[in-house]
């Protein structure tokens, strides 16, 4: 699978000046941190306490002279590099013992620049945050980018795997904004910078490489130092208003069919206003919290970015339809929003909202799965929910845990599958399941929680979300080992997160890292 002992020798490169470190380890310029370091620890491990590694030391890139010297003293001496942007990749792909992890997080700026063609760009590092870029486009320039809501995730790996957030549906993914990515690549054996535009030459490598860069998931083709938006990206909207609605478990328990109508109603409604041409609610942007039932409430949290509240009032409306319980509280405490009943609305400045829903959650043990739908939920899928989330729980293990559904399509919808590396251009509903908890101990227990409900969810496709069906496949930024891994046979992961276009993404692979110097458990794999 890996090119764990590549060197700079074998790609044809000689090694730049360096200094020794701890264990007479040599690094080129730059601050490397070291296992007795204090920053050592939080470095080497991510969002997720599941993970963490031992890398020989860790590289604080600071600028792109920097970023390449420190691949190449990390080639030179044989050791794997892997890429730290935020640190919330959901599996251990950065983990790395006795490797160097390229730590991103000190290259934060956003601004405006220019492209590889002279043109007015906003440009993201690397190791910007969501709320770095929320921040700065909006205050320095009033406008933004539809990408994600939890402001610790890192740009870095968000937008290269597509991204998507509360705007998508009026503004399409984040990528389909994207105009080039600069990057530190290992071609023909020079390790150096490369900007790949989507204008470059039809066919050329560096518009694979570019077109790779918007879906392909990161840590597969080099070290993306930096993103190059369109200069007309959209403004936000002034005002927004806010919705929380809650469905007791406890009354829910009373009238079963009252969920099955509840998750039946989200899934129609959502069918019939996705469409690629839709205009009434393509502001709309909702989120319906499946949790355990030892959490205590089903949660609809909903964000409306146009001034008239009546299309939200009609959409809360049809989520009710058919139902005898009714909403007894409105609550979103993650972000900070109350709202106390009967009150399902208030308005507020977007920027004030975005920061209201802008919650990462706790640093925890967590694992997730996903899944595209097409098509309303099928009974197999709603009697799985019920099933699964209200199993006892004695212990409260679960009541961090849920099946999250987004709302999906519109804009997103209205390019073709092959425009973007990332193909699901068709679905009306994005599902992530989680579930988080803090001792080891219960490590199976979640896990098998988490595999269980996702089985049976989808056992009429073989317990996955099968593409171009009901379902079409996963999201490769809520990346799941279930799925395959690299070296095992005939790994269902290629063709959930990327569909037609994996093989794209290899010839790409076979251009731009022949060596595969850049390597994870479910990586781009070279052609056979």
């Known amino acids: 699978m890996a090119a764990a002992g590549v060197s700079a020798a074998s790609l044809g490169l000689s090694g730049g000046a360096a200094a020794a470190g701890p264990g007479g380890i040599e690094v080129s310029e730059g601050q490397a941190v070291f296992p007795r370091d204090p920053r050592y620890q ?109 402001y610790s995730v890192g740009a870095g790996g968000h937008i290269c795997g597509g991204g998507y957030g509360l705007l998508s549906r009026r503004n399409g993914l984040t990528v389909d904004h994207l105009v080039q990515v600069d990057v530190v690549t290992v071609r023909g054996g020079a390790v150096e910078v490369t900007r790949a535009h989507r204008d470059d030459p039809k066919g050329s490598p560096e518009q694979d490489l570019f077109w790779a860069h918007t879906g392909g998931g990161g840590g597969n083709f080099g070290v993306v130092l930096r993103y190059h938006f369109r200069h007309d990206i959209p403004e936000p909207p002034p005002r927004v208003w806010l919705s ?40 709309l942007f909702s989120i319906l919290k499946l949790t355990h039932r030892s959490n205590g409430n089903v949660v609809l949290l909903s964000q409306w970015d146009e001034d008239d509240p009546a299309p939200l009032d ?9 139902m005898k319980t009714k909403a007894t509280m409105q609550t979103y405490s993650a ?59 004695p212990d409260d293990d679960f009541s961090q845990t849920l099946v999250q559904v987004d709302s999906y399509g519109c804009r997103i919808n209205a390019h073709k599958p092959a425009e973007a590396a990332i193909p699901q251009r068709d679905s009306i509903m994005k599902l992530q399941y989680q579930t988080y908890w803090t001792d080891p101990a219960k490590d199976s227990l979640h896990l098998d929680y988490l595999r269980g409900i996702y089985r049976d969810v989808y056992q009429a496709t073989h317990g996955i979300p099968e593409i171009d069906t009901d379902t079409d496949g996963a999201y490769v930024n809520y990346p799941d080992t279930d799925l395959g891994i690299v070296g095992q046979a005939n790994p269902a992961y290629p063709r959930l997160y990327y569909k037609q276009n994996y093989s794209r993404l290899q010839r790409t692979k076979k251009t731009w890292d022949d060596k595969n110097v850049f390597h994870h458990a479910q990586s781009i794999t070279l052609p056979s």
């Open 42 to 150: 939080t470095l080497s491990q991510g969002f997720n306490q599941r993970f963490g590694s031992t890398p020989a030391y860790i590289r604080l890139v600071g600028n792109e002279s920097d970023a390449v010297a420190g691949l190449r003293t990390a080639l030179d001496q044989g050791r794997r590099p892997t890429i730290r942007g935020g640190g919330h990749c959901y599996e251990g792909f950065v983990d790395n013992d006795k490797g160097v992890i390229l730590d991103l997080s000190t290259m934060r700026g956003v601004r405006t620049a220019t492209d590889k063609f002279g043109a007015s760009t906003y440009c993201v590092e690397g190791g910007a945050t969501n709320w770095d870029v929320y921040t700065t486009l909006f205050r320095k320039y009033g406008v933004t980018i539809p990408a994600g809501s939890c």
């Open 314 to 322: 009609s959409f809360l409306a049809a989520m009710e339809e058919g």
């Open 244 to 283: 929380s609605v809650a469905w007791a478990w406890d009354d829910l328990i009373k009238e079963p069919e009252d969920f099955r109508r509840l998750v039946t109603n989200f899934g129609s409604f959502f069918a019939a206003h996705s469409g690629k041409d839709e205009t009434v609610y393509r502001g």
């Open 335 to 393: 972000g900070g929003l109350f709202l106390p009943y009967p009150d399902k609305r208030r308005q507020m400045p977007w920027f004030q909202a975005t920061m209201t829903l802008n919650g990462s959650g706790d640093n925890q043990r967590g694992k997730y799965k996903s899944a595209y739908h097409r098509t309303p939920f099928t009974a197999r899928h709603i009697d799985a929910f019920w099933e699964w989330l209200t199993k006892p729980d």
